[in-house]
């Protein structure tokens, strides 16, 4: 703990005898306050919110993740900064963004030399681990157990770099690191609180099942996504530089099998999604078991109520949304995550917020759970006070956005932009072209109305917005100069 206590932390530490509980530590039940609770970072890979069932999926349901909603809060509008693996585990650790941070890509090499809330805790007297997906490049810095998958990992029988030591693993990757989670919680210090790490590979490309659950959905019909037939007729160039389309993009190696003869193009294309979205969604169901294994270890072991316990997932996915899938567009699907929070004394059971957060204030809230200040360059907030149901007055409004990666994979055109709770503009500054989208009128981002007169004062808003973002965070990668309108 800092020998200085703030006058945020003096308050909250009153408020344990019941002064301003709302936003007082950790008052667990009436037996007594733990100062420095646990932390269990959940954050699978692709998991887009819309496979949710707690987030109204119209496809999956999802138990375990739903027994975790109701225990604590569900953010509505959480977003990723770059929709792209790598920089959002980068982010993660900094509570940057990728401009600040420098892994802008996943060709990228994460310099683990850097400030990380990791080591701020363990500085701090936490036990510290990371297991699962790393995908940063360089080695795991700040935590005192590392157990990584090299690269994207395998789902079966899949190499680990344990402690720098290369690992090789018999099973199903998503049940593999689950028990390593698991037995690492065990074997943790007794006199450390823990932060842990638990990064599962699944539900990230090539979609392979375990098991378990190889037939499920094999007589189903999964339901197409509104958008699966968009033209984007009102969009630029970037829509259809693209090479993510279901249609076109999707090969034998992710359906794996050869269609049957004779289909038509349309038929084609949606034979391809159900082989790729039964796939996506089986592993999602593994995924869900085993994040319910994990609960009921904590459960068992009395540490649900020392524990905080966050889920979500690096980035969207689109789910043939547009047409597509993978991420990296600002568009919904790939931008929003979900992030489910369980934090005893702090969040009500069974609640959900609209306010925006990112995954910038990932870090400054673990700090904050812990007692810990953050650095002052961090990116993000703490999210105690919308956790609580308390959201500051000078909450953010908008939350800016910029992707790198080009021109592979995908040939996704570079883009910057700002998102409010009802519009969103984006930028593709390497094309010059501008999209605006009325989110309350067109929630599946149909039409661009950038060049709409009626848009024009919200038009310039988000424009002044987007370049006092820029600044504010210091990046100048991709200033956007407005065009005459």
């Not at 733990?34 to 496979?51: E, K």
């Not at 249609?247 to 949606?270: F, I, M």
């Amino acid at each position: 703990m800092p020998k200085r206590m703030s006058r945020r932390r003096l308050l909250g530490a009153t408020s344990a005898a019941g002064i301003g509980a709302a936003l007082g530590p950790w008052v667990l039940g009436a037996e007594r306050v733990r100062q420095r609770p646990n932390i269990l970072y959940i954050m699978s890979d692709d998991h887009a919110a819309h496979a949710l069932s707690c987030y109204g999926s119209r496809i999956n349901k999802t138990p375990h993740l739903d027994r975790l909603a109701a225990g604590g809060m569900r953010l509505d509008n959480c977003f990723c900064t770059n929709s792209l693996c790598g920089p959002s585990r980068a982010t993660l650790l900094t509570g940057k963004y990728s401009h600040a941070h420098g892994f802008r890509a996943n060709s990228g090499r994460f310099d683990g030399s850097q400030q990380t809330f990791a080591k701020l805790l363990q500085k701090a007297g936490y036990y510290t681990a990371v297991i699962g997906k790393w995908h940063l490049a360089s080695e795991p810095t700040g935590f005192d157990y590392s157990c990584v998958l090299p690269g994207q990992g395998a789902y079966v029988d899949p190499a680990f770099i344990e402690m720098g030591a290369s690992r090789k693993t018999r099973g199903y990757v998503t049940d593999i690191i689950t028990d390593m989670v698991i037995d690492q919680l065990k074997k943790r210090p007794g006199d450390k609180p823990f932060c842990m790490l638990y990064h599962p590979k699944a539900p990230h490309r090539s979609w392979q099942s375990d098991d378990k659950h190889a037939r499920m959905y094999e007589d189903v019909e999964i339901p197409l996504p509104p958008t699966f037939d968009d033209d984007w007729a009102t969009r630029g160039t970037a829509a259809r530089d693209q090479q993510m389309t279901i249609e076109k993009h999707l090969g034998r190696g992710d359906v794996k099998a050869d269609p049957p003869a004779g289909l038509s193009a349309p038929q084609l294309k949606r034979w391809k999604y159900q082989r790729f979205i039964k796939d996506y969604l089986r592993c999602v169901a593994s995924l869900d078991d085993n994040i319910g294994r994990v609960l009921d270890f904590l459960d068992e072991a009395k540490l649900a109520q020392d524990t905080i316990v966050v889920y979500t997932s690096d980035n969207g996915f689109f789910l043939g949304d547009h047409g597509w899938y993978d991420k990296r567009f600002m568009y919904e699907h790939s931008l929003r995550v979900p992030m489910l929070v369980r934090w005893p004394g702090v969040t009500k059971e069974a609640t959900a917020s609209p306010d925006l957060a990112i995954n910038c204030d990932f870090a400054p809230t673990f700090l904050d759970a812990a007692g810990v200040d953050a650095p002052a360059d961090m990116h993000g907030r703490s999210l105690r006070g919308v956790l609580a149901g308390a959201t500051p007055a000078d909450w953010r409004t908008s939350a800016y956005y910029h992707y790198y990666e080009f021109p592979q994979p995908h040939h996704v055109h570079p883009h910057c932009g700002v998102r409010t709770r009802s519009h969103k503009l984006i930028h593709f500054h390497t094309l010059g072209e501008w999209e605006l989208y009325d989110l309350e009128q067109d929630p599946h981002e149909l039409k661009n109305v950038y060049a709409d007169a009626a848009y024009a004062k919200v038009r310039a808003e988000l424009e002044q917005e987007l370049r006092r973002l820029q600044e504010q965070y210091k990046d100048n990668t991709a200033v956007p100069a407005s065009r005459p309108h």
